[in-house]
């Protein structure tokens, strides 16, 4: 366990967007408690309202701040919350861990918010002396009744930071129609990629998308396996895919990928109709072999007779 120092006052009680683990940012339903930032706090500049927590400070460091927790119903509701550090599920959401993330130390693990009352809960973020720079996502988890709402924190460590990513394992699945290819983010900032596509064939130019940004944001270190549609492919061609993929921070990469288009439906009738043909002709040939190797020929006397009587 990384050591935690809590230097907030156990007293204080507060609110951010909402988001149900391993899914976007979504309100919650009318009547819920809710869980967000609690208004003017964080390290970075921010107005009122923010969405996520902002912090960022160098190792070493202890960062506060205070999560609002808001219950508007008639009935009083008990939140018991952790933190949690964060990463991408396979497919490129956002999810977070089941462990705690020992950096985060919260004034109460489990605050009980009598009916339409607010409650103010301050945390703080331990930086370790030997972290290392740049992003490190998180959130704060509140879960009452089988219930889970997370509210995002997103924790820069002061330091030299990299935007570095690489597209790879292209490949193309000709009886969906689709194109899968892997993200792999090599840096240490959380990035939120563009991709443009082309795919190039004998006969010109079978597929041309410009850039535009995808739905994902991709987090340090993690790797999540995306596809586009291509719902009308060559019908005949041999085509090249090229994948071109940027970020901000400069990051960049590209792979290509190629595949040929057969009809083989098509081609299949064409090779059974000319098998069937070649089969219909070999019978023939056959068939006036043997009418040829049946048919008598004269007894040798009469071809004797016969070339006596044409010498006369």
Known sequence: MRPIRLALPATALLLCALWAPAAQAAPAASGDWTAAPASGGGTRPSADGRPCF?????????????VSLSNPTGIPVTLKLRGAAAYNTAT??????QAPDPWI????PEVKIPPHTRADVPFAVTVPAGAQ?????????????????????QLRVSGPTLSALTVESVRIDKGRGLIWYALVNRGNT???????????????????RPARTLPVELLPG???????????????????????????GGAHSTVEAS?????????????????????????????????VAESPEPPVRERELAQTGAGQ
């Open 54 to 66: 902002y912090l960022e400070g160098a190792p070493g460091t202890v960062l506060e701040d205070t």
């Open 92 to 97: 490129g959401a956002f999810a977070v861990r």
């Open 105 to 108: 130390a919260l004034a109460a």
């Open 133 to 153: 720079p740049g992003d490190h996502p998180a959130a704060l988890v509140a879960t009452a009744g089988g219930r889970e709402v997370g509210v995002r924190l």
């Open 190 to 208: 959380a990035l939120t990629p563009r991709l443009a596509l082309r795919a190039d064939g004998m006969f010109g130019r079978a597929l041309d």
């Open 222 to 248: 993690q790797r999540v396996e995306l596809s586009e549609p291509w719902p009308h492919p060559p019908a005949l061609d041999r085509v090249t895919v090229h994948l071109d993929v940027t970020a901000d």
């Open 259 to 291: 595949a040929a288009f057969v009809p083989w439906g098509v081609v299949g009738g064409a090779a059974l109709a000319l098998l069937a043909g070649a089969a219909g002709v070999l019978r023939l040939v056959r068939r006036r072999g043997r009418r």
